[in-house]
């Protein structure tokens, strides 16, 4: 039996940062994984930038309900879920992920925390698990499943290359170099064929 463990931000959805960027206008907010691949740095960087601007949970909650699935990310995810057990694994925040889990049909999904305090300020943020994508391929293991895993940055790296079989979707240039070794999609078709592809030849195997 096989499953697929696919990141969120990139390859479903635009990554959400992003939009926090372009509501509140403030350029900094646009790093992500890709700029800073340490995650707690980056995270840290990002609530200094919010307390600065006085930005709030008010505009965080506005800018999850105005994200859209990529063109195309529904059917392919349904079509990998006809296929094969699908998990989300995501270093985005619950209260970011859920308009967009709603509109991909409520996929399981692992993901973070953001605590706010009672004017509704971002304080902290708590992570399911340090290189929690790395360990949650690494169980998935020890349940004799064989795993996919595809994402699109630095933070999906180790639970590509814990995988039974990796992929890139639509990832920077530096990573594509770094690692010539792993396969790169630009479009859902050809991405979906290849893990159907990889699905068939890993049930074979088991």
Not at 9 to 25: C, D, F, R, S
Not at 39 to 50: A, G, K, S, V
Request: hydrophobic content about 40%; overall charge negative.
């Amino acid at each position: 039996m096989t499953v697929l463990c696919l990141d969120l931000e990139g390859v479903l959805i635009p990554e959400i940062w992003l939009g926090v960027a372009e509501t509140t206008g403030i350029d900094d907010l646009r790093l992500t994984t890709r700029d800073i691949p340490d995650y707690d740095e980056l995270m840290r960087t990002r609530l200094r930038i919010l307390d600065d601007n006085g930005i709030d949970s008010r505009v965080l909650t506005e800018v999850a309900h105005s994200i859209q699935p990529l063109p195309g990310a529904r059917e392919f995810l349904d079509r990998m879920r006809r296929t094969t057990q699908v998990v989300i694994l995501s270093d985005t925040f619950r209260q970011f992920a859920g308009p967009a889990m709603a509109q991909l049909g409520y996929p399981t999904i692992f993901c973070n925390d953001l605590i706010f305090d009672d004017a509704g300020k971002l304080t902290d943020y708590k992570l399911r698990q340090q290189d929690g994508k790395r360990h949650a391929v690494l169980g998935f293991r020890s349940m004799n499943l064989k795993v996919l895993a595809a994402g699109d940055s630095y933070n999906d790296l180790s639970m590509i290359l814990e995988a039974d079989y990796g992929a890139f979707f639509r990832p920077p240039q530096s990573i594509t170099t770094e690692h010539p070794e792993l396969p790169v999609f630009t479009e859902y078709q050809p991405f979906g064929d290849a893990l159907t592809q990889a699905v068939q030849e890993l049930d074979r195997s088991n």
